[in-house]
């Protein structure tokens, strides 16, 4: 991945990734690399590579690096949560090994794009499988402790995850933490719950989305509404805007 270094394109995402002082990603480091050249690295590397080689790529400091290492997990997560294998023992032990290193490594994830290139696939899609490590209440303790946390790309995390569950039906993961980051302070947070809102209403019902809305409109962060009404027709759109 060095070998692919662009410079011009490292100063462009260091820009796009507010990688400056204060910035959310203030002090991370860039090689350039698109995502593309990123995923078909990733694509490169054996079924086999061992799952304890992941973390050295976890903590590297170059951004896209990291982005791989997390690719590379999805992908193993992927392989061992077909529908053939939904429940089998060997694929829930797998499943979970890997879920547990996510977590543990959950900090290096840290911007958006390595936070919603990863968490849905593999985070989400656990909340939704068999698991060894504990029923439904020890999935919302999970999701609870890390929309707790002091970190932001955690709490990102707790909600973005939603993407997935929502895409299979299941709205209440995804109504559940956009209430618990209702009055979140940072754009990025007010972003992602509109997201997911507006993703839960697509995939689901619109009717859950009216119904968070009735509830809540008048207090979200206007960011969040205006990103969770974004496909509605005009009228209604306007509506909810004056909420």
């Known amino acids: 991945m060095e070998s692919l270094q662009d410079d011009a394109q490292r100063l462009n995402l260091m820009r796009f990734f507010k990688t400056g002082p204060g910035e959310y990603g203030e002090g991370d480091q860039f090689l350039g690399l698109k995502v593309p050249q990123t995923r078909e690295v990733g694509r490169a590397v ?22 791989c290492g997390l690719l590379i997990l999805v992908a193993k997560f992927e392989r ?49 499988l068999p698991s060894n490590l504990g029923d439904r209440d020890y999935k919302i303790k999970v999701l609870d402790d890390l929309a707790q946390s ?37 754009d990025l947070m007010h972003k992602a719950v509109g997201w997911m809102l507006r ?9 859950f989305l009216r119904d968070f809305l009735r509830q809540h409109a008048h207090e ?3 960011t969040a509404l205006r990103y969770a009404i974004e496909k509605m ?4 759109r306007q509506h909810w805007m004056q909420t």
């Open 46 to 67: 054996p079924k086999d590579f061992p799952l304890s080689e992941i973390p050295e790529l976890l903590m590297s400091r170059w951004h896209e690096v990291r982005l």
């Open 199 to 207: 993703e839960m209403g697509k995939r689901v019902s619109m009717d």
């Open 220 to 222: 979200m962060p206007r």
């Open 150 to 186: 002091p970190c932001l790309w955690k709490q990102r995390m707790s909600i973005v995850c939603s993407w997935k569950t929502s895409q299979q039906g299941d709205p209440s993961w995804c109504l559940r933490y956009a209430e618990i980051h209702l009055h979140h302070p940072h």
């Open 80 to 128: 061992q949560a077909t529908k053939r294998q939904e429940n089998d023992e060997a694929a829930i032990r797998s499943r979970d090994e890997i879920l547990m290193m996510y977590l543990q490594y959950a900090e290096q994830a840290n911007n958006w794009d390595l936070v919603d290139l990863s968490v849905p696939k593999i985070l989400g899609h656990w909340l939704l």
């Open 233 to 236: 027709p005009e009228p209604e």
